[in-house]
């Protein structure tokens, strides 16, 4: 039997199912569903001491301009850096969404800029100083529309929405732990280490997802699924074959 239901879903009662499968954040399935009663000794300490790809401050823009002759995507060096909550950023990178016309209407674009920077200062900020932590987002989105209309005057005075999201925003909506936006950071150490699926004493449960494929990526997250629908097909003896839509 497939059971596919939603974290609200489950919470609802009690499901049995004869595989259950996480596609959730690793650290929630583990340590918040699972309460961390089923780990190894290597898995508690690679999420005791991670090494996680650091967390972004998105900038997302709406203005009534067209950029025709930009790249989709732009890496900008600051000649001064960027105070970005409690680090400096020397860098910024752009991503110009005019290849598709479903991002905006004719003649405006959408535009996402995004900065490193640091978990815990936006995690306490917002605990502890739910105002400054807005102040905070809206001073950031001034600097970087004013450092883009120094890159295409007028810019400045077209912008017709923006929105500001934090680390903590990524960990709210999408569940990544410490607002990880591709889990487990891709070093030689983890490079050469293969995940396992499973978890110990735990038997007909699989996880997929970037915290079982180091690197992330939609390619590796969607292999997983795809890796572990290999693997249960050859735990009940049923060749695996594909289709193309």
């Not at 401050?57 to 890496?75: A, Q, R, S, T, W």
């Not at 004719?106 to 800029?113: E, I, M, R, S």
């Not at 690197?215 to 292999?223: E, F, L, Q, R």
């Amino acid at each position: 039997m497939l059971l596919v239901q939603t974290f609200e879903e489950l919470t609802l009662g009690e499901h049995r199912s004869d595989v259950v499968v996480s596609a959730a954040d690793g650290h929630a399935t583990i340590f918040g569903m699972l309460d961390g009663k089923f780990i190894t000794p290597r898995l508690k300490a690679d999420y005791e001491k991670p090494s996680l790809f650091p967390p972004l401050l998105y900038i997302g823009l709406g203005v009534n301009m067209e950029f025709p002759k930009e790249p989709h995507e732009i890496v900008y060096a600051f000649d001064r850096p960027m105070i970005v909550g409690n680090k400096t950023a020397d860098r910024m990178c752009l991503d110009i969404y005019s290849y598709d016309p479903a991002f905006a209407p004719p003649g405006k674009t959408a535009l996402v800029a995004f900065l490193y920077t640091d978990f815990d200062f936006w995690k306490n900020l917002r605990q502890e100083y739910h105002e400054r932590y807005r102040k905070e987002k809206e001073t950031i989105a001034d600097q970087v529309v004013a450092f883009l209309d120094s890159r295409f005057p007028g810019l400045a005075s077209r912008v017709e929405m923006r929105d500001v999201a934090t680390p903590v925003t990524w960990e709210r909506y999408t569940g990544n732990w410490q607002g990880s936006w591709e889990g487990w950071l891709l070093t030689k150490k983890v490079f050469l280490t293969r995940i396992k699926k499973e978890l110990p004493n735990l038997g007909n449960f699989y996880m997929v997802g970037q915290w079982v494929e180091p690197g992330g990526g939609t390619p590796a997250v969607a292999a997983s699924g795809r890796n572990l629908i290999q693997i249960m097909c050859r735990r009940d003896g049923r060749r695996f074959v594909t289709t193309t839509p």
